[in-house]
Each structure stands twice: as C-alpha cells, then as structure tokens.
C-alpha cells in the first residue's frame, strides 16, 4: 500500500496585506495621548502609532527597539511625550513623536503609573508603593517609597503643588508639596484594587475597578461612596471630555467595548442625586478598550486587537444603550 499526497501552496498575501496596515488586529493597543497637533497611542511590542490631531486620524505606525509594551502614554505640558514601557523603560520623544529615545529606570519594582506633571516632571509609580521622578527627561530618577507592599496604579497632578497618587490594596496617598514629600490619606474600603481614577479637584474624585466597580469621594479620598455602573465588566479608564457646545461628559471604557458617560456633574445637589451612568457598546468586539483622548467633538478610544473609534460626543446623548452605531471611523 502506498499514500501519496500533495500540499498546497501557501498564500501568504493576507499576512502581507495585514503586515503593511499602520494598524493591526494584533495589535493590543493600551493608551492615547495627544498635543495641540498630534495624537500618540501606544501597545504591545513596542508599538506606537501617530496622526495628526483629527476626529478622522490616518495612522503611522513606529516600532520601537524593544518587544515590551507600551502600558502608558502622556503628553507634557510643553507639548512632549513620554510613554512607560514594562521592561522600566521610559521612551521620550518631541512634539512631533517621530523619534524616541529609551531611558532606563533604575528600579527593581515593577513599573505600571505615569504621568508628566504640570512643572514637566515625569512620575512613574509602582510595586512597593514605589514612586520614581526625573526632572531631566528621564536621564536621573528620585526613587521614593511608602513601604507598603501595593502596586501604584494611577498618578495625577491638579497643579504644581498637589498630586494623589491611589493603588493596590485601596491605598489612597497625597502630596502638597510637588511630590517633596507623599502621605497616606486613607483606604478605599474592602481592599479595592483602582484600576483607574481620575480628580476633578483636590476633594472630589472616582476610581473605577474590576465587575463595574466605580467609586467617588467628596472629601479628598477619606470617605468613599458607591456608583451604579449598570455593567459588571473591568472598567480601565476614566476622564472627561468636552463636546463641540461646551458640555462635559464624564465617560468610562471598559472591557467587551463597554463605554459609560453621563453629563458633568457640576453641583452639589446633582452630585447627592446619584445620576446614573449610561451604558453604551461601543463595538461587537469583545475586546477592551483602555485609553482616551478628546478631539473635535469626537472620543478617540484605544483598545485590544487594534480597536481604534471614533466616538462623536455630541451624538452620545441621543444614542440609545448598547447601541454599536456609536462607533464610527472604526479602524
């Protein structure tokens, strides 16, 4: 008895094809930053894609010397950018963002925070309760370290002189001083792990967390109340963005394309009124999406398999829940 056999040839021009878009479905991208004229965002594998500033951007795709992602990215205030690598790398580059420089971070901690704060500093936060400054661009670093054994896991400066900073086991720290000196606040009940927070002043603030969690405190981080979500999925980021007429939005992304928004709660009696979040998918996409900017009237959401929407803000209001026709300009 005898087989024979033949394979066929493979075809390789889709891998091709997929290879030579700026913007890949392997690409899992974790955050976007922009400046007045550019637009950042970065993933896996060093990836890092730039557009000019625009509610329809066309992407260019830089690889960066490294295989590590990119966790973070933020622009500073002279129009710079710098992005967190996880292998303690920080990449900076100029307002344009077409050329990056590595700067090693001399820790052993595990690196997942960071921000550039309004004086130009760049914050790293990390395991350890570990919190790493350079005031030259990443080239010298300050390590500083509460000695609690928690993950910081987001940092924000409201001025020059105040910052909070909030992490793994519900750890709620702040500075008065421009980061000179940090100080524990109090603890986010039940251990909470924030996976993102974002202050709107020095008293009030949110964090958000794993199964829906959201959060708020109106008293600078001592107490803490719960926000009805209405989804039980991660939620990865908060923030605010401001439509075409000059109103806020707050908005949430999540995982499985989740988006919450509600209108900016500005008054005290709105606040006690515990306006609802409003839960929008963004995509059929099951994948996250972690990171936003606001341009043009428009949300320029970041997430897994190379997600990249368009989200009209104007628009939001009058979408009905669950509605995928948020997205356009998907890429």
């Known amino acids: 008895m005898g087989l024979t056999g033949c394979e066929a040839r493979l075809n390789l021009e889709g891998v091709a094809a997929e290879l030579d878009k700026p913007v890949r479905r392997t690409d899992l991208l974790q955050d976007i930053a922009a400046n007045d004229q550019v637009m950042v965002a970065v993933g896996s594998h060093g990836v890092v894609l730039v557009a000019a500033r625009s509610s329809q951007p066309v992407w260019q795709r830089i690889e960066l010397d490294t295989s590590a992602v990119l966790v973070d990215v933020t622009d500073c205030p002279d129009g710079s950018f710098v992005a967190l690598a996880g292998d303690r790398t920080l990449w900076t580059t100029d307002a344009s963002a077409q050329v990056w420089n590595a ?93 993102s927070a974002w202050f709107r002043n020095a008293q009030q603030g949110w964090v958000t967390g794993l199964t829906g969690s959201i959060l708020r405190t109106d008293d600078g981080g001592l107490n803490w109340q719960t926000e009805t ?103």
């Open 229 to 331: 979500s209405g989804v039980e999925v991660p939620l990865y980021n908060i923030g605010l963005a401001a439509t075409a007429a000059g109103d806020s939005i707050q908005y949430i992304l999540g995982d499985n394309s989740t988006l919450l928004v509600r209108s900016d709660v500005a008054t005290e009696s709105n606040i006690n009124s515990g306006q609802p979040w409003a839960a929008h998918v963004v995509s059929p996409s099951p994948g996250y999406l972690r990171g936003a900017v606001a341009v043009d009237d428009h949300l320029i959401a970041v997430g897994a398999g190379g997600a990249i929407h368009s989200i009209n803000l104007s628009a939001l209001s009058q979408a009905s829940p669950a509605n995928p026709s948020l997205a356009n300009g998907e890429q």
């Open 103 to 195: 700067h090693a971070i001399p820790t052993q901690e595990s690196l997942l925070s960071l921000t550039c704060a309004p004086n130009g500093n760049v914050w790293v936060g990390g395991s350890f309760s570990t919190l790493m400054k350079s005031v030259d661009g990443g080239n010298d670093w300050e390590e500083n370290s509460l000695g609690e054994d928690a993950m910081i896991t987001g940092i924000q400066f409201l001025n020059d002189q105040q910052g909070v900073a909030v992490g793994e086991f519900g750890l709620v720290i702040r500075t008065q001083d421009g980061g000179l000196s940090w100080n524990p606040v109090s603890y986010i009940p039940n251990e909470f792990y924030p996976q």
